[in-house]
């Protein structure tokens, strides 16, 4: 079991940057691979990132490559999303989300099992 809490979302403008955070309880966080995704108002649940284990290996949706990086700190049980360059577009409520299994599994939320609350990321023009 695994219970994930964002923070750090809030009100920029467009071209500018911020970072959210995904503090994760239990003791083995480094077992999960992590993945961002965000959902903007009458829209679905978007993959925006994600990374293996360890940290060694990282993915990005093509709309934020470039603009976007995920770490993690396995030692503070927390995974990061720097964002810069944001754009108005980018506007969403932004989730963390768990998976038990291989980075390789893929994208799709499905392959995720435990999810934040999520954090507001709005981005004004």
């Known amino acids: 079991q695994v219970q994930l809490v964002e923070s750090g979302g809030g009100l920029v403008q467009a071209g500018g940057s911020l970072r959210v955070s995904c503090a994760a309880s239990?003791?083995?966080?480094?077992?999960?691979?992590m993945g961002w995704f965000r959902q903007a108002p009458g829209k679905e649940r978007e993959f925006v990132a994600r990374i293996s284990q360890s940290g060694g290996i990282t993915s990005y949706a093509d709309s934020v490559k470039g603009r976007f990086t995920i770490s993690r700190d396995n030692a503070k049980n927390t995974v990061y999303l720097q964002m810069n360059s944001l754009k108005p577009e980018d506007t969403a409520v932004y989730y963390c989300g768990a998976s038990p299994r291989p980075f390789s599994y893929g994208s799709s939320w499905t392959a995720y099992d435990y999810w934040g609350q999520g954090t507001q990321v709005t981005v004004s023009s």
């Open positions: 239990g003791r083995t966080f480094s077992s999960y691979h």
